[in-house]
């Protein structure tokens, strides 16, 4: 079974950049749709960006609109969150997930981004 693993979380400071990486394991083609969602502390898990597998089509969430990049790299099979502009309300665990059709989706164990004022 195709697995998801994220990495590229950390500590920045408020208006810095980082970049999350979603490694799968198998062929991101296994997808229909990949995305990122985040979970703040006391917080309901929230989308933030998902992209279509196989036309590139990509969707954000108002809140993170002009700040945040989710691309794919189907070679490496990696789905990528490039994040700029952080601000402190960023600061959640980000998780990969993957959506295989109506009933299958994946999700990875999560990357922790700290955003400090």
């Known amino acids: 079974q195709v697995q998801l693993v994220e990495s590229g979380g950390g500590l920045v400071q408020a208006g810095g950049s980082l970049r999350l990486s979603c490694a799968a394991s198998g062929s991101i083609s296994t997808f229909v749709t990949m995305g990122w969602y985040r979970q703040a502390p006391g917080k309901q898990r929230e989308v933030v960006a998902l992209?279509?597998?196989?036309?590139?089509?990509?969707n954000y969430a108002d809140f993170v609109k002009g700040r945040f990049t989710i691309s794919r790299d189907d070679a490496k099979n990696l789905v990528l969150l490039q994040m700029n502009s952080l601000k402190a309300e960023d600061t959640a665990v980000y998780y990969c997930h993957g959506k295989i059709n109506f009933v299958e989706t994946l999700w990875g164990q999560g990357t922790q981004v700290t955003v400090s004022p």
């Open positions: 992209i279509m597998v196989r036309s590139g089509i990509a």
